[in-house]
């Protein structure tokens, strides 16, 4: 494993501490280590969902853009 050296917010330290002192984690390199899984996995989500966009698109089944089709996702999300 790598080690690494980063420097904190004092609210984003203060986070860090909390969680590990509420033993939701270990220890703070382990609640790192999960927020980057968790980014990289929504990074694959949201490449999937851009792609299949794409495809979509070029398919032309529809006259929508991407961004078009989020703002009409999201809204229909939060009714």
Do not use: C, H
């Not at 860090?16 to 990289?40: F, G, H, M, P, T």
């Not at 969902?49 to 991407?66: C, H, M, Q, R, V």
Request: proline share 1%; glycine share 2%.
């Amino acid at each position: 494993m790598t080690r690494q050296s980063i420097s904190l917010t004092q609210p984003n330290d203060e986070w860090l501490k909390s969680q590990v002192d509420s033993k939701e984690y270990s220890s703070k390199s382990e609640l790192v280590n999960d927020l980057i899984r968790q980014a990289r996995k929504q990074q694959r989500q949201l490449d999937w969902i851009s792609s299949k966009l794409e495809s979509a698109e070029n398919s032309g089944f529809t006259n929508d853009s991407k961004e078009q089709i989020l703002l009409k996702s999201k809204s229909l999300l939060n009714e």
